[in-house]
């Protein structure tokens, strides 16, 4: 394949990849790179199921192109946990039955991620406006809402 030869850090790993001009960051995760996470919910940047952190900004990879991540880092909810252990949003969301169809999950668990980041001790209402990008059409917010706040808390070791 003819392509863009792109050079980035996915997950604090170095990565190596070729993709055609106009092909997203999204397909490129999923089709090149085998990261299924990010899932394509809406394709236009609305509904959040295809966030990663992008050099430390939110963004939805539907609407990056894979050649913009030369020489930038990657952060997918692939790189959330671990090792085996779960980071604490994910066993929140799981305690809390914070998911079910799966689509937005990884999207929602990136937001809250980044929203933690910056405020470790968030309101309700900080917590629903942080997430406000991203998109449930099975849960509900309330639960996910419910389950930030209690990684934020267990983060914070209260």
Known sequence: ???IAVSTTINGDGS???????ETLLDV???R???????EGCGTGDCGACSVMFDDRLVCSCLVLGAEAQGRRVETVEGMALGDRLHP???KFLEH???QCGICTPGFLIAAKDLLARNPDPTEEEVRFGLAGNLCRCTGYDKIVRA????????RGA
């Open 148 to 155: 930030v706040l209690d990684a934020a808390g267990v983060m």
């Open 16 to 22: 190596e990849f070729l993709c055609h001009a106009d």
């Open 33 to 39: 790179l085998g990261l299924m996470g990010a899932k």
């Open 1 to 3: 394949m003819a392509g």
């Open 89 to 91: 949003l994910q066993q």
């Open 97 to 99: 039955a914070a998911l």
């Open 29 to 31: 995760l999923r089709d």
